[in-house]
Nanobody, 121 residues
Framework: QVQLVESGGGLVQAGGSLRLSCVASGSIFSVNAMGWYRQAPGKQRELVAS???????NYADSVKGRFTISRDNAKNTVYLQMNSLKPEDTAAYYC???????????????WGQGTQVTVSS
């Protein structure tokens, strides 16, 4: 069994900052790519940022220069530092991780339960 637990969401004024964390726990052999997605009411879930096990990163154009994704492989944890937040960043943010549970296993995507980020104008 594998669990992804996010934390760090909340209410912040425009221009403010938040740091999201996501910890993967359970029966884990290795963690490949990890990422953050978000979904606003009435919209599709979209990729915000992703990071490979070798720390190559990818960002949505809308957050480039404002958000930074990082990870601690020893702790199976991924972070999302969000600066210069805008009202349009308001959404539920979800963590995802591609996890191999056994040495002979295949990579499977797991999701967290989500954490709400609300940016007031």
């Amino acid at each position: 069994q594998v669990q992804l637990v996010e934390s760090g969401g909340g209410l912040v004024q425009a221009g403010g900052s938040l740091r999201l964390s996501c910890v993967a726990s359970g029966s884990i052999f290795s963690v490949n790519a990890m990422g953050w997605y978000r979904q606003a009411p009435g919209k599709q879930r979209e990729l915000v940022a992703s990071i490979t096990s070798s720390r190559s990163t990818n960002y949505a154009d809308s957050v480039k220069g404002r958000f930074t994704i990082s990870r601690d492989n020893a702790k199976n944890t991924v972070y999302l530092q969000m600066n210069s937040l805008k009202p349009e960043d308001t959404a539920a943010y979800y963590c995802s991780a591609d996890i191999v549970r056994w040495a002979w296993g295949t990579s499977v995507s797991y999701w967290g339960q989500g954490t709400q980020v609300t940016v007031s104008s």
